[in-house]
């Protein structure tokens, strides 16, 4: 346990000198809650009309008796939402791509595997480093999101729909998978690459379903309720175990010392 | 304490052969011993101490290291072993003396900072310590990369280069280092294609190219290709002398070489020890005079060079 706990700190030691890595753990988050709160202020203060012709008809059916503005709002806060829950993708892999290619390239990875640490430690080390950070940063900015609606809008019922089943079980559950499939994705890329950036951009194909739910949901050809959430954590504990089992298959010692170049 | 029997790695090749980095290796290292680990770039230097460290797993064969078994007690091989791998590898953002903890917990040190403190003191780094290692220069690296194998006072240590790309000053340093760590009584594995420093350094040497060429202690090593040599140097060497000790029913070879100062007598011989008296009291008795007497030692080169192209 120890062990896992230097790891832990050694990453944050590290990786948090970086600022590229700083900039997408702090600024992100803050971009991802503060921006949907300014439009959710916005139309507020902008009266009724606004947005609502832009919302897709089928959205309406989701925002039960809530009519005009309110249900704008409650679409932007579903959109947002989304967004957020590609914080637990992009956290995770901008901490491990630097932190495994950089080893990769100072060759520290070597001096790490000769000591009497186990490689499932090492991992979990590793993957933990990566994860808190990101699953931190996804609860307090929904926290924070929570508040500021409460504050900002006027129909508690709008700011009422964040402790939906549908985000709860997102934020929570859904959130930390996310962030798993995301180390387990950093660990196979970084194993073939030799450059952070190229690491950090390939692991991010991992947000591209993301994507398309929420450009599916402008569309209306995607409605998120506490059923799709289920089955997205679903799909997400089996595309979890897939990638957990190769990353812990690359990250052995003989690979890393013999393969990774 | 150290054993391998057999000891043989292959490495899949690109173009789906493989690559024999490491051919049956036997060796023995006794404890408390400097062994040298001799040969040219690719000889398989580094792969046998990956195996030694528990870092690769041996294709076939079988090794011992502190009487733990490799492959059976590799976590035991770990805690007992210091290895100096071949790029010293530190965390360059974090402090000298961030990275030396990281490695002590790992380690499982009892007294982390008391062990820290020690060592970037004995390698004279205290004052850096909190310093990142990024601005240090590639000599500190090494020292304190040092400093890293030794936290956990494991009683074998194995070296991979570790004076390679460092400047004069900084390699005789760590060389001064490895003298003084032997008087400790740590087993200390050497890896080197440096001749001079295997001369200097080690007790036992051996001479690796895929397979082991030859092992035994740097002296003998020279001796066992080109015997025994002794120059006389005299004033001068009149025919009558240089046949005179041609005579002597022990004398192998002789041969002359005229200088400025005078000229030299190279003798060949067995036991110079018990020879060379009687040698000087016939150059006495031909009224020859002795300026003086020394043994020609054979550069370690020479003998390497002649194994390695055999
Ligand atoms: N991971 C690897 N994959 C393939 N071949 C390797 C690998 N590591 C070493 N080799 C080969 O094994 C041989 C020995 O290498 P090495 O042990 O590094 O030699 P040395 O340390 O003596 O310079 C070389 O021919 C090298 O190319
Ligand atoms: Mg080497």
């Known amino acids: 346990m120890d062990k896992i706990l230097t790891i832990i700190d050694k990453e944050w030691a590290e990786v948090f000198k970086n600022r590229v890595v700083l900039f997408t753990v702090v600024l992100l988050p803050l971009v991802f809650t503060i921006m949907p709160l300014v439009i959710l202020y916005t139309m507020e203060t902008a009266g009724p009309g606004g947005a609502v012709s832009e919302m897709p008809p089928e959205f309406t059916r989701m925002c039960g008796d809530l009519r005009g503005t309110a249900c704008t709002q409650v679409f932007i806060i579903y959109q947002f939402m989304l967004l957020f829950m590609l914080l637990p993708l992009a956290i995770p892999v901008a901490i491990s791509a630097y932190s495994i290619v950089g080893e990769k390239t100072t060759h520290s990875l070597e001096p790490l595997l000769a000591t009497p640490i186990t490689t499932a430690e090492l991992i979990l080390g590793k993957g933990l480093a990566a994860a808190i950070p990101a699953i931190g940063a996804t609860w307090v900015g929904f926290l924070v999101f929570i508040l500021g609606t409460r504050v900002l809008v006027s129909t508690p019922q709008v700011s009422a729909r964040l402790l939906d089943p549908v985000w709860l079980i997102g934020v929570v559950v859904l959130g930390p998978l996310l962030a798993a499939a995301a180390v387990s994705m950093s660990i196979i890329v970084s194993s073939r690459v030799s450059d952070p950036r190229t690491a950090e951009q390939l692991s991010m194909v991992l947000i591209v379903p993301v994507l398309g739910v929420f450009f599916g949901q402008i569309g209306g050809l995607v409605l998120i309720d506490a059923g799709f959430m289920l089955a997205m954590v679903a799909v997400m504990l089996l595309v979890d175990a897939g990638l957990v089992y190769l990353g812990v298959r690359l990250f052995q010692r003989e690979t890393i010392l013999t393969k990774w170049r | ?310």
Not at chain 2, 60 to 81: L, Q
Not at chain 2, 127 to 143: A, I, P, T, W, Y
Request: charged content about 30%.
């Open chain 2, 1 to 310: 304490m150290l054993k391998t029997d057999q000891l043989t790695k292959q490495f899949p090749a690109p173009n789906g052969k493989t690559v024999l980095a490491v051919d049956h290796l036997d060796l023995e290292v006794d404890e408390g011993q400097v062994f040298g680990f001799l040969g040219p770039n690719g000889a398989g230097k580094t792969t046998t101490v990956r195996m030694l460290t528990s870092l690769i797993a041996p294709t076939s064969g079988e090794a011992w290291v502190n009487r733990y078994k490799v492959g059976r007690d590799d976590r035991e091989i770990r805690r007992t072993v210091g290895i100096l791998t071949e790029s010293p590898g530190m965390y360059d953002r974090l402090s000298a003396e961030k990275n030396l903890t990281i490695f002590a917990r790992l380690y499982e040190v009892r007294d982390v900072k008391g062990q820290v403190e020690k060592y970037l003191r004995m390698l004279g780094l205290w004052d850096r310590r909190d310093d990142v290692v990024g601005n240090f220069s590639k000599g500190m690296k090494q020292k304190l990369a040092i400093c890293r194998a030794l936290l956990h006072e494991p009683k074998m240590l194995f070296l991979d280069e570790p004076t390679s790309g460092l400047d004069p000053e900084a390699a005789k340093l760590v060389n001064d280092f490895v003298r003084e760590l032997k008087t400790e009584g740590r087993t200390i594995f050497i890896n080197t294609h440096n001749l001079d420093e295997a001369d200097r350094l080690c007790d036992r040497i051996g001479v690796m190219k895929q397979k082991l060429l030859i092992v035994d202690s740097p002296q003998n090593l020279r001796q066992r290709l080109y015997g025994r040599k002794v120059v006389f140097h005299l004033r001068q060497a009149p025919p009558a002398v240089v046949e005179l000790v041609k005579g002597l029913p022990f004398v192998k070879e002789v041969q002359c070489l005229t200088t400025e100062s005078g000229d030299k007598l190279v003798v060949a011989l067995d036991e110079p020890e018990t020879q060379n008296p009687s040698i000087i009291r016939k150059l006495v008795e031909a009224g020859v005079d002795i300026q003086f007497v020394g043994e020609l030692r054979h550069t370690l080169e020479e003998v390497y060079l002649s194994l390695i192209n055999k």
